[in-house]
């Protein structure tokens, strides 16, 4: 009862504070905006009048900034539709959205694109499900969206004071309970409560808040359903899933869930731990749901959001991509490292710089815009104050031999340096750079997708590696060719800066968003005057 009582209170807290922040005048906040999420997915809707998206996912926008949008295209003869939140201050599809505030979704035909293709945008709760071919101030057979809204303000203004008398009742309640249970329980252990799988952590342990939001304070597994195996690494697998959105109805929510077999509990906690700072959060790292010990299944689990696109290496294999793409990926790239290797977010608030240790193509994950986000913090490493000298000397040589910088390789980084263990990322990061560039049809004749180093199916050793990075100074090929294009030129020269040997001279990740940034901007002026000698590219299969 007291449980039941307690999720009424939070849940009506929640509503009071959606309630306030949606009827306010002045929006300070925000809300994620609530839209069909289906990615792509084949339609019967021919693009005239009216259709409906057939998505049945509704997803919460990952970023407060965006929108949601539906495409419409003819690709070989079949119609599909794409529905996804998507930030309006980036291009879609390389057009920047110029209707993201309608309430609903007015479809209009993009021009310039090989396909007969169409694109809406809008910012109602799910307005991307319904796709108007026609012109629509008002469509037809629809409640016009701003009646429905005013509706539903005048229904909550009525009922604002009701909700204020039950939240104060049930907050006094809850604070009543939790001053109660505080003096009656002993002080909480972090570890595994083996009755419920809920994952407890002592109050003392995690004082910051910033923890709050890793752990499945449920006391009941999430109802998920997996799908299908989609990638496999070291230490788990990660799987396709549903997650159900309430008892009674069908809907769910795509997730991704890495599943670690009880032997490899650390890893799962290393992981868990670096994910459960919310500081962490960003959109170019993997976002994060819950962990959970499920118990009877004899795994550890790590729910987290699906990507449909997959990994970048996977992607790069079956796609060429143009120059836009190529910035948008190395962009986002750059700047998921550079928040990992940070010491502030955005916003300036503190947070632990994190190594990765491990980075790659593989743990490089292709959103629906294209942009990318970290994934894998297996092997990741906090580097604060929590490492201890003996920690921090037994954590020399991980991650992949391919992507090993050379003192990695030689077990020779300066493991009292905190800035080694960024530098040694940079270097993996530059031979990312370097694969997405090598499939950017920028660059001219772009070759069947080869990783740096050589074929996807040889397992390079150290050893081995060792001798081509270090003894022989060995890099990936960047053809003469290449340099035609001014922006591949400027990029290059970075990425030449990013796997110098010596890991001092390297530039910084943060560096590198800048350096994309002011590339971007030479294209501009660069495209306006000479248009055509360097074109973008195209993004094909
Ligand atoms: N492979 C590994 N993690 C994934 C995720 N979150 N989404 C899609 N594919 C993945």
Redesign the pocket.
Known sequence: MERVMERVAFGSVLLVCLVSVRTSETKVFRLPQLCKFCDVESTACNATGVCESSCNITSICENPDEVCVSAWRRSEGNAIIETVCHNPALPFYGQYLTDYNNTVCQMKQVEDMKEEFYICSCNEEECNDRLFFTDVSSPPGTESPLSKRSLRSVLLVSLFPVLIAVVVLLSAFYCFHMFHQHNLKAPKTKGIDSETCAIIVSDDDRSDSSSANSLNHNTELLPIQLDAI??KGRFAE?Y?AKLKQGAKDESFQKV?V?IFPYEEYASWKTEWEIFSDTELRHENV?QFLTAEDRKAEQCYWLI?????R??LQEFLTQHVIGWDELCRMGGSLARGVAHLHADRTLCGRSKAPIAHRDLKSANV?VKADLSCCL??FGLSLRLDNSMSPEELANSGQVGTARYMAPEVLESRMDLENIESFKQADVYSMALVLWEITSRCSAIGDVREYKPPFGKLKDHLCVESMKDDVIRDELRPEIPASWTNHTGVQLLCSSIEECWDHDPEARLTAQCIVERFSEISSTMISVSSDDKSAQDSGNYEK
């Open positions: 989609v990638g990660v396709r991704a890495k993997l987290t959001a699906y990507h449909e997959g990994n994950l994934c894998d």
